[in-house]
């Protein structure tokens, strides 16, 4: 960490703060200047006590931690791109997947029509929400549990992947028994029990970014993961909230390239829930794959006009293949411009 001073900051106030910094466990470089002094206090910011306590000194103007809080998702600890196995399909590190399905979970039928029309499109992982966290406790929630054996038998029919979302600890054990990825929502992006609990479970994560958490959060929340034993981790960005109103969240794609310069994980988007808007989801999900997204996950529903949630922004599932050639000639750009 870097302690800059206060402009004539006297001498035994940083020496003070030198000795308090040794006692911590750090190893104190002090650093003058015409005005300013700083220190640089040299080690292992996790495995030391935080000096973040020290802006709490009337004479000391910052203090700025230089170590990355994601230690284990930064590209310092693991350069190359990482990759992550859905089932039998591989994401990151080259491998561009679109994953498609309805928001929610509300029947047999409708999982079995959506899983067939997007498939014959070349979608090879299906989502599908068994329980839903909504903002209004009167809104639809999901089927649960029934939820859940639709998606394990719409899995044994089709032969493809299934991502589904974890709501609470509670239903880890059962959800995992079914579905190849664990999504965490953006409301629990920094549910950091929920995280610690989810990494134990043995499969990929998928972790959507939160409704205003920065990318040093969102790369942070990854770290639970991480260190509690998960070591697929697919960060997911969905729309954050902002002051427009125009859509429903700001889609914001500089964090996307941010987090696949900061980090080795594989990074998806969401245009969807970005988008909140059907028409507006293609060229979302084009800027995208545009900015280097290692896929994307996209709401498609038989009947968008019956679903039970966000009819809005969901695509026929039976028109999906007018998506998919909309993005394929990109899909294929960017692989190309990468090798």
Known sequence: MIIVFKPHTPDEK??????????????????????????????????????????????????IPIQKRYKLASREYHP???????????????????????????????????AKDVASCGVKILRGGAYKPRTSPYDFQGLGDEGVEILRKVKEETKMPVVTEIVGVSHIASVS????????????????????CVAGAGKPVLLK?????????????????LVHGCPQVILCERGIRTFESSTRNTLDLGAVAVAKRESHLPVIVDPSHAAGRVELVLPLARAAIA???????????????EAASDPA?????????????GINPLIDLMRNLRG
């Open 291 to 305: 900015v280097g997204a290692d896929g994307i996950i996209v709401e498609a529903h038989p009947n968008p006009m």
């Open 14 to 63: 940083i020496n003070e703060v030198s000795d308090i910094i040794t006692k911590l466990g750090y190893e104190p470089r002090v650093i003058r200047g015409v005005e300013h002094t700083v220190i640089g206090a040299i080690g292992d910011e996790q495995m030391h006590r935080s000096l973040e306590i020290l802006k709490s000194f009337s004479f000391i103007e910052d203090v």
């Open 80 to 114: 190359a791109d990482s990759l992550a196995q859905i089932g039998s399909e591989k994401l990151g590190a080259g491998f561009f997947q679109v994953i498609a399905g309805p928001c929610s979970v509300e029947s047999l039928d409708q999982m079995r029509k959506a």
């Open 313 to 325: 922004q969901q695509i026929k599932s039976g028109n999906f293949k007018k998506f998919m050639d």
């Open 177 to 196: 028994a079914v579905a190849d990825c664990l999504q965490i929502g953006a409301r629990n992006c920094q549910n950091y029990h929920l995280l610690e």
């Open 209 to 225: 970014r939160g409704l205003a958490a920065t990318v040093e959060e969102w790369l942070s929340s990854a770290e639970y993961l």
